[in-house]
């Protein structure tokens, strides 16, 4: 690709918004440079824009790749080592003079991470959301997975989610869309909700003409684990994304669950109830849902790590017009699902 259609590229393409993200970012860091006297340290790593793009590689990897590099920038500098770890693909150059500046500018500040999850095609409850992060203004944001099953607008959270170039998992509900066999195993192993994952298949279908094939194998690339440097994201659980703790878990449930994670900081969503334990010598939290809330609290939710410190966020939304939109959109169950919607709490079907 030359340079010119490149750059058309990014100008219209859906990843503009996210590009601009980036630059800001830089641009942020530039600015936040340092008193002239600084002993600076030095970066021999480089980071950055010259591979890029590469056959086959969309816009959104870009993004992604360059919020891990600076992430992992910014960490190392945190902890004083400036050893870059020769992680996977980095394809944002950034020249060893910004770096330093990059790297000073994050060095006094804390990482801030935010991680979205169950979205859940709900696209009042995703804008607002976006709002809110604009004013968290966090160094990365990842998605916990189940973009698109449950609402009226899945096509479109998928195709944001890729253009903002978010790293994430896949959540069952997406992976059920092209390899039901997962619900169906999970369906044998409890019973008791037969009830509910019967309509959950049934939504199957529906789901898939409405993000049609190209976002289903874009859905299909997500990993089931996403390691970062001082936490671990997973849907539900470590090769399940079916089963997860309850909030009410006991601490040694979290612990067995968990623990082979290896990470002092470890996020799920899946169960729609936001929480956050501190365990010795791990934190275990869930994100809660960004739409069809099971707590009570008809808010979207999302978690925030700021340091060592793990935060939820609650947003507000029009629940009533995005109720309004999931009955006019001709889904299967499209009552049931605007009832929990307001409910903001789990109802059984009918
Ligand atoms: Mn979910």
Redesign the pocket.
């Known amino acids: 690709m030359k340079r010119s259609q490149f750059l058309k590229r990014v100008r219209t393409g859906l990843a503009v918004s996210a590009a601009y993200i980036v630059a800001g970012k830089l641009v942020t860091a530039g600015t936040n440079s340092l008193a002239e006297d600084a002993e600076l340290p030095r970066l021999t790593v480089s980071v950055g824009v010259a591979e890029y793009p590469r056959d086959g590689l969309a816009i959104e990897h870009l993004l992604s790749a360059a919020d891990r590099a600076l992430y992992a920038i910014k960490f190392h500098a945190a902890s004083s080592s400036l050893a870059l770890p020769a992680r996977g693909r980095l394809v944002m150059r950034i020249e060893p003079a910004v770096a330093e500046t990059l790297l000073l500018a994050w060095a006094a500040g804390k990482m801030r991470v935010a991680i979205v999850?169950?979205v859940?095609g709900n696209r009042r409850a995703f804008e607002a959301v976006l709002a809110d992060l604009r004013q968290v203004a966090p160094d990365l944001v990842l998605h916990g997975?189940?973009l698109a099953?449950?609402g009226a607008h899945a096509a479109e959270i998928v195709d944001q989610v890729r253009s903002r170039g978010w790293a994430g998992v896949r959540?069952?509900?997406d992976e059920m869309l092209w390899a039901p066999q997962g619900l169906a195993k999970f369906s044998a192993s409890a019973p008791k909700l037969e009830p509910l994952l019967s309509r959950i298949q049934e939504m199957i279908p529906a789901t898939l003409a409405s993000i049609g094939e190209q976002r289903l194998r874009w859905l299909e690339g997500l990993p089931c684990e996403y390691s970062e440097e001082g936490f671990c994201l997973v849907?539900a659980s470590p090769g399940d994304l079916w089963r997860a703790p309850m909030p009410n878990a006991s601490d040694e449930e979290l612990q067995n669950t968990y623990a082979s994670l290896r990470a002092r900081i470890v996020i799920y969503?899946?169960?729609?109830c936001s929480y956050i334990r501190r365990l010795k010598g791990m934190t275990v939290a869930n994100t809660g849902?960004v739409?069809?809330s099971y707590d009570g609290d008809r808010r979207a939710s999302y978690l925030v790590i700021d340091g060592e410190n793990v935060a939820i966020r609650r947003v507000e939304y029009d629940v009533e017009s995005e109720a309004e939109d999931m009955l006019r959109s001709g889904l299967p169950h499209a009552g049931w699902l605007s009832r929990i919607l307001l409910a903001g709490k789990y109802v059984p079907p009918e």
């Open positions: 999850s169950d859940h997975g189940d099953y449950g959540g069952n509900t849907h969503g899946h169960i729609h849902s739409s069809q």
